[in-house]
């Protein structure tokens, strides 16, 4: 079965800091993993997601990730926090056959002036 | 307009009353999936469809009933409300094929009294 996790419920940055946030998965077959962000009263967005290919891929807002095989992770990054990044922030995996997302807790993201 | 709708966005219903929240998406998108949100469980996935009358368990489908006649609505009825399924639920539309994000609508916040 399919699970993630992601380290820390809630994250805090300053303005212009750097943003990283960690999301490990596990998967029996090679994995699909996206990343999506939640802003409050709203749905789901992607921000990026892995399919095949380069591991570092690039998203919107400023956003990318890299997908480690071995480490089993998918993290993101943005190299400068700006207010409008505060946001929950969802890592997700899927099967082969895009049936099954599976969803980690989520990170709330504070950005402090 | 384009896209995955879910209506109501808002529902305050009594315990033991029948409800179903609404799904459409414009897509023709093979899969749609309901989820329900709580604080810290992230999205859970409640029943998923793979195509017009093809449904499967998802995680958490107690005292859930889904249908899916037509391949752009997937409703989600709660046949018995209960308090504990006072939840904000998300409905999701994927065109399958692994690669292929899921789409979400915004969200229809439940309030079980």
């Known amino acids: 079965a399919q699970s993630v996790t992601q380290l820390g419920s809630h994250v805090s940055v300053s303005e212009g800091a750097l943003v990283l946030l960690r999301c490990n998965y596990s998967s029996s077959v090679p994995p699909y993993l996206f990343w999506y962000v939640q802003y409050p009263n709203q749905g789901l967005q992607l921000l990026l997601k892995y399919t095949t290919g380069a591991t570092l891929v690039k998203g919107i807002n400023g956003f990318e990730a890299e997908f480690k095989k071995s480490e089993t992770s998918f993290q993101l990054t943005k190299p400068s926090a700006h207010m409008s990044d505060a946001a929950e922030y969802f890592c997700a995996v899927s099967d082969n056959y895009g049936q099954n997302f599976v969803f980690g807790p989520g990170t709330r993201l504070s950005v402090l002036p | 307009d384009a896209g995955i709708t879910q209506s109501p966005r808002y529902k305050i219903t009594e315990t033991g009353r029948q409800v179903t929240l609404m799904c459409h998406q414009t897509w023709s998108h093979s899969y749609m999936f309901w989820y329900r949100q709580d604080l810290g469980h992230g999205l859970r996935l409640i029943y998923y469809s793979a195509a017009a009358d093809i449904t499967d368990k998802g995680e958490v489908p107690d005292g859930y009933v889904v249908s899916r006649s037509k391949t752009e609505n997937f409703p989600l009825t709660l046949e018995s409300a209960t308090r504990s399924q006072t939840s904000v639920y998300f409905c999701?539309?994927?065109?399958?094929?692994?690669?292929?994000?899921?789409?979400f609508g915004q969200g229809t916040r439940l309030t079980v009294v």
């Open positions: 999701a539309s994927s065109g399958g094929g692994g690669n292929t994000e899921a789409f």
